[in-house]
């Protein structure tokens, strides 16, 4: 622990707009240093976390003495590293990937930050596809290193809609730890069926401003209020409802729309009206795109881009595809982070990033693991007014 700050030191690298700082910083984490090569995520990320020394540019071009003089430790001293190194290069989107992709080997910058500062627990994030990439060569590289430095190295595939995310998304996070009983215990879901139910689209996105296509504001007051106890959390010390535009949709696309039902699919618009290149799709193929969400069920996973040629991204009881904002609070960001830069840039900022929630609990086992205990069941889900206060902007 930082007894000059009073809590647990955090840098945060590869940081995007912060998702996994905020989970971590409402865990009681100082976030003392952090770096992405994005500017406008990192603009966004410098809005949301003023308190940190952002260092930013490539990764390549800074040196783990850069990020000691920024935080103000020697050696040795720093609780924890987390970070996630971009992961198109690994991604099941991707389908050209593998490790002759450029960016597969960002993962070693991280690695090389790891053996400059030697943390307590360094916590790394990813897509699944990084498992089997290169016939799982990153991964097998990744527990040689981090073991050469004296860490013992744990993965785990999480599913964030087990820890109150109203997403499918599946990430794997590794952990290593060289201090305690180096046991490292992963969170225990607090979302399982029978014993608390998954957070809904409809408590996720309901409660904000119906919009018509290609209307919204960046920065608009919310039209009716809170229904559900997550809806309450994500509204927690905001009083407006930012990036809340929703994007313009082709004439055709328009009529497609018009076809498709809560939880249907590419399946129920007429073959008349498909692209040339799904006329003659197997019924197989293709299962999300063109989705639209059901109120009742669970969003698919957020992407860079909430396109409906991509996935399920249209509203549920709107004709119009989802806005950044409720693409947000599908990833469990909270409506005080306002996104920076143009709607590309949102949608890519928000895709890209861990749920805050996701990071809560991961933070919630690597706090337990500092201190010495090991991690209980977590008890709650919410994040209380008081952490979104140290979170937001």
Not at 142 to 168: F, I, M
């Amino acid at each position: 622990m930082n007894e000059r700050h009073g809590a647990f030191s955090c840098i945060d690298l590869f940081c995007g707009a912060g998702g996994l700082s905020l989970g971590f910083r409402a865990m009681g984490f100082n976030i003392l240093a952090a770096n992405d090569f994005d500017e406008v995520a990192a603009e966004t990320y410098k809005r949301c976390h003023p308190d940190t020394f952002f260092l930013p540019g490539s990764i390549e071009k800074i040196a783990g003495m850069d990020f000691l003089a920024a935080s103000g430790l020697e050696r040795g001293e720093l609780d924890c590293l987390i970070g996630g190194p971009p992961c198109q290069a690994f991604s099941i989107y991707n389908h050209k990937r593998g490790m002759h992709d450029g960016r597969s080997g960002l993962f070693r910058e991280y690695l090389r930050i790891v053996e400059d500062l030697a943390p307590k627990l360094v916590v790394m994030e990813n897509v699944t596809g990084i498992l089997s990439a290169g016939g799982g060569a990153a991964v097998e590289e990744l527990h040689l290193r981090l073991s050469g430095l004296g860490y013992v190295v744990q993965q785990k595939t999480l599913k964030a809609e087990e820890y109150g995310v109203p997403q499918e998304r599946r990430r794997v996070f590794f952990v290593g730890t060289r201090v305690g009983d180096q046991c490292f215990s992963f969170p225990e879901a607090t979302h399982v069926p029978g014993v608390r139910p998954f957070v809904t689209v409809k408590e996720a996105i309901l409660d904000l401003p119906v919009l018509e296509m290609a209307s919204g504001m960046e920065d608009m007051p919310y039209s009716m209020k809170p229904f559900c106890e997550y809806q309450e959390m994500m509204r927690a010390n905001s009083l407006t409802v930012y990036n809340h535009v929703a994007p313009y949709l082709s004439p055709i696309n328009q009529k497609r729309l018009r076809h498709i039902p809560q939880g249907g699919s590419w399946r129920d618009i007429p073959v008349e009206l498909l692209p040339a290149g799904m006329k003659a799709a197997r019924r197989c193929d293709h299962t999300k795109r063109y989705g639209r969400l059901h109120p009742e069920g669970l969003s698919s996973t957020i992407l860079t881009r909430c396109d409906l040629h991509w996935g399920a991204y249209i509203h549920p009881t709107q004709e119009r595809t989802l806005t950044p904002r409720e693409a947000a609070r599908l990833q469990s960001f909270p409506d005080r982070i306002h996104f920076l830069g143009s709607r590309i840039d949102q949608f890519k900022q928000i895709g890209n990033a861990v749920p805050p929630l996701l990071a809560k609990a991961v933070a919630t086992s690597v706090r337990d693991h500092l201190r010495g205990i090991a991690a209980p069941r977590q008890e709650g889900w919410l994040f209380s007014p008081c952490e979104m206060v140290q979170v937001g902007t």
